[in-house]
C-alpha cells in the first residue's frame, strides 16, 4: 500500500476498478466482433452489398474517430465515476436498440450509439489504469486486460455463429444486455474517482477541426468501396480530413491549453510504439472481417462452423496476453515486437495464397500463428509508448492512442473490404460464366488474397519499425493526489 500525504485520502482500491472496466470492455468487444460473423446474413437479409455492410464496422469506427479525441478534454472535466456510468448508459442503449433493430437503418443507429458508449469507456480505461497501477506493474495488469479482452472476440464469432444457426443475429444483442447492465450496477457499486478535474477551456474550433479531420479521413476511406478512389466525395473527404488535422494541429502548438496535447510526439518512444500499435490494428481488424467471410462465401461452410475455426487463435492470443505483460515487465518491448512483426509476416505471406480448395486446419493454423503474432506486439509496444509520457499527458497519449487505433481499424478495414470487392468486380468479368456455382467463391477468395497481401505489405513497415523501439525505464510513481492505493 502507497500512502501519500494529505488532508483528505481517500482509498483507492484497485481491483473492483479494475473488475469494473475488464467487464464493460470484454462485452463491448464481444458485441463489436461477434456481427462480423453475421454479415453475410445482414447482406441477403437487408438487401445489401458488402461495401454497405461494411457500414456496420466503418460506421462504429468513425463514431469512435470522432469521439474519441475529445475523450481527453472530457477526462478532465468530468469525474471517473460520471464517465463510467455515461459509456455503460450509451451502451445499454444502442444494444438495445440493436436487438429490436428491423432495418439495416436502425442496426446503423444502434452501432453510433454503442459506439459512443466504447469511445468514452477505452480512453477512460487506460487513463484510469496508468493512474492507478505504478510503473513497473503495468505489463502485468495491461496483459491481465488483454487475457480478457482479448477473449471477447475469440469467443464471439463462435457463439454469435451458434446463435444465427438456432436463433437470428438479433440474439448477439440480447445475450450482450444483461452483461452490460450487470458491468453498469458493479461500476455504479465499486467505481471511484481517481482523476484529478481540472476543467480547461472548451474550445469550440479544435473540437471542430478535430471532427472534420479524423471523421472526414474515415468517411473518406470508408466510402471508396461503394464510390471508387477517383469519386469526387473521396477524395473531397480525405483532403479536408487532411487539412482539418494540419489545422488543428497548428492550433494545438500555439494553444495554452490545447484540447489534445501533442507534444506527447516528442516523446520519441510513445511515437514508435504510436505507430506499430497503428499498424497492428489494422491488420487485426482488416483479418476479423476478411477471415468470415471467406469461410463462409469462399469455402461454403456454415456461421457456426467458421466461429469454431477461428476460435483457437483468439482463445490463444487472450491467454498470452498476461504471458507477455510479464515478458515486458522483466525484459522490455523488443524481445516481443520484432517477434511478433515476424510471425504475422510469415502468416499473412501464407494468408495471402489461399484457394477455395484450402483446408479448414490450415486456417485453424494459420489464424492462431496470425493472433500470436498481434499479441505480441499490441500490448508491449502500446504499454512502453505511455510509459514514456508523464503524467500531466496521461489524458492526451490515451487519446491519441485509442483515436489512432479506430481511425487505423476503419482505414484497414474499408481498405481491405475496397480491395477484396475491386478483385471480386475484376474477376467476375474475366469468368466465361459468371452464374456458375464456382465463380462467387473463387472470385472472393481472389480478392481476399489480395487483401491480405495489403496487410503484408503493413506487417513489413510495422517490423522496420520495431527495430527502433527502445525499452523505457521511468522511475516509480506516487498515487493520485490526495489518495491512498490499494493493490489487492
Known amino acids: 500500500?502507497?500512502?501519500?500525504?494529505?488532508?483528505?485520502?481517500?482509498?483507492?482500491?484497485?481491483?473492483?476498478?479494475?473488475?469494473?472496466?475488464?467487464?464493460?470492455?470484454?462485452?463491448?468487444?464481444?458485441?463489436?466482433?461477434?456481427?462480423?460473423?453475421?454479415?453475410?446474413?445482414?447482406?441477403?437479409?437487408?438487401?445489401?452489398?458488402?461495401?454497405?455492410?461494411?457500414?456496420?464496422?466503418?460506421?462504429?469506427?468513425?463514431?469512435?474517430?470522432?469521439?474519441?479525441?475529445?475523450?481527453?478534454?472530457?477526462?478532465?472535466?468530468?469525474?471517473?465515476?460520471?464517465?463510467?456510468?455515461?459509456?455503460?448508459?450509451?451502451?445499454?442503449?444502442?444494444?438495445?436498440?440493436?436487438?429490436?433493430?428491423?432495418?439495416?437503418?436502425?442496426?446503423?443507429?444502434?452501432?453510433?450509439?454503442?459506439?459512443?458508449?466504447?469511445?468514452?469507456?477505452?480512453?477512460?480505461?487506460?487513463?484510469?489504469?496508468?493512474?492507478?497501477?505504478?510503473?513497473?506493474?503495468?505489463?502485468?495488469?495491461?496483459?491481465?486486460?488483454?487475457?480478457?479482452?482479448?477473449?471477447?472476440?475469440?469467443?464471439?464469432?463462435?457463439?454469435?455463429?451458434?446463435?444465427?444457426?438456432?436463433?437470428?443475429?438479433?440474439?448477439?444483442?440480447?445475450?450482450?444486455?444483461?452483461?452490460?447492465?450487470?458491468?453498469?450496477?458493479?461500476?455504479?457499486?465499486?467505481?471511484?474517482?481517481?482523476?484529478?478535474?481540472?476543467?480547461?477551456?472548451?474550445?469550440?474550433?479544435?473540437?471542430?477541426?478535430?471532427?472534420?479531420?479524423?471523421?472526414?479521413?474515415?468517411?473518406?476511406?470508408?466510402?471508396?468501396?461503394?464510390?471508387?478512389?477517383?469519386?469526387?466525395?473521396?477524395i473531397a473527404s480525405i483532403a479536408v480530413g487532411f487539412v482539418s488535422l494540419f489545422l488543428f494541429s497548428i492550433r494545438q502548438f500555439k494553444m495554452d491549453q490545447p484540447m489534445i496535447n501533442l507534444r506527447v510526439f516528442k516523446y520519441p518512444m510513445f511515437t514508435l510504439g504510436l505507430a506499430a500499435v497503428f499498424i497492428a490494428f489494422m491488420v487485426i481488424l482488416s483479418s476479423a472481417i476478411l477471415l468470415p467471410l471467406y469461410l463462409q462465401t469462399g469455402l461454403g461452410l456454415a456461421a457456426v462452423t467458421a466461429g469454431l475455426i477461428l476460435l483457437p487463435g483468439g482463445v490463444l492470443n487472450g491467454l498470452m496476453s498476461p504471458i507477455t505483460g510479464r515478458i515486458y515487465d522483466k525484459y522490455g518491448p523488443r524481445g516481443l515486437v520484432i517477434p511478433g512483426f515476424s510471425i504475422i509476416i510469415i502468416t499473412l505471406w501464407n494468408l495471402s495464397g489461399v484457394t477455395t480448395a484450402t483446408t479448414a486446419v490450415t486456417i485453424v493454423v494459420l489464424n492462431t500463428l496470425l493472433m500470436v503474432g498481434v499479441s505480441l506486439v499490441m500490448m508491449p509496444a502500446q504499454t512502453n509508448a505511455l510509459n514514456q509520457l508523464p503524467k500531466d499527458l496521461y489524458p492526451d497519449g490515451t487519446a491519441l492512442m485509442n483515436t489512432l487505433q479506430q481511425v487505423s481499424g476503419a482505414i484497414g478495414t474499408a481498405v481491405a473490404i475496397t480491395i477484396m470487392s475491386s478483385t471480386q468486380s475484376t474477376y467476375m468479368q474475366t469468368v466465361s460464366d459468371p452464374n456458375s456455382a464456382s465463380a462467387i467463391p473463387e472470385a472472393l477468395t481472389a480478392g481476399v488474397q489480395n487483401a491480405f497481401t495489403f496487410g503484408l505489405v503493413l506487417a513489413v513497415i510495422g517490423l522496420v519499425i520495431s527495430f527502433f523501439i527502445k525499452s523505457v525505464h521511468l522511475a516509480k510513481e506516487e498515487a493520485p493526489q490526495g489518495k491512498v492505493v490499494e493493490n489487492t
Open 1 to 234: 500500500m502507497t500512502t501519500i500525504a494529505g488532508q483528505q485520502q481517500e482509498t483507492i482500491k484497485t481491483t473492483p476498478i479494475l473488475i469494473s472496466f475488464l467487464i464493460a470492455g470484454f462485452i463491448g468487444l464481444f458485441s463489436e466482433t461477434a456481427l462480423n460473423m453475421a454479415l453475410g446474413d445482414l447482406i441477403q437479409q437487408f438487401g445489401v452489398g458488402s461495401s454497405t455492410i461494411q457500414w456496420l464496422t466503418t460506421g462504429y469506427l468513425l463514431t469512435l474517430g470522432i469521439l474519441v479525441p475529445v475523450s481527453g478534454l472530457l477526462l478532465q472535466w468530468f469525474s471517473t465515476r460520471q464517465l463510467f456510468i455515461a459509456a455503460l448508459a450509451f451502451s445499454v442503449t444502442g444494444t438495445l436498440i440493436a436487438a429490436l433493430a428491423p432495418s439495416f437503418s436502425i442496426l446503423m443507429v444502434a452501432r453510433v450509439i454503442q459506439a459512443i458508449g466504447t469511445g468514452l469507456l477505452l480512453p477512460l480505461m487506460f487513463n484510469t489504469i496508468l493512474l492507478i497501477f505504478p510503473i513497473h506493474r503495468r505489463g502485468a495488469i495491461m496483459g491481465l486486460m488483454g487475457l480478457v479482452i482479448m477473449f471477447a472476440p475469440a469467443i464471439g464469432p463462435t457463439i454469435s455463429g451458434f446463435l444465427i444457426e438456432n436463433l437470428s443475429w438479433h440474439w448477439i444483442f440480447w445475450v450482450s444486455l444483461p452483461f452490460l447492465v450487470f458491468a453498469l450496477v458493479f461500476g455504479i457499486m465499486f467505481m471511484q474517482n481517481v482523476s484529478v478535474i481540472t476543467k480547461p477551456k472548451i474550445d469550440i474550433t479544435s473540437i471542430v477541426l478535430s471532427s472534420l479531420g479524423f471523421g472526414g479521413i474515415v468517411y473518406g476511406f470508408s466510402t471508396a468501396g461503394e464510390s471508387g478512389w477517383g469519386s469526387f466525395i473521396v
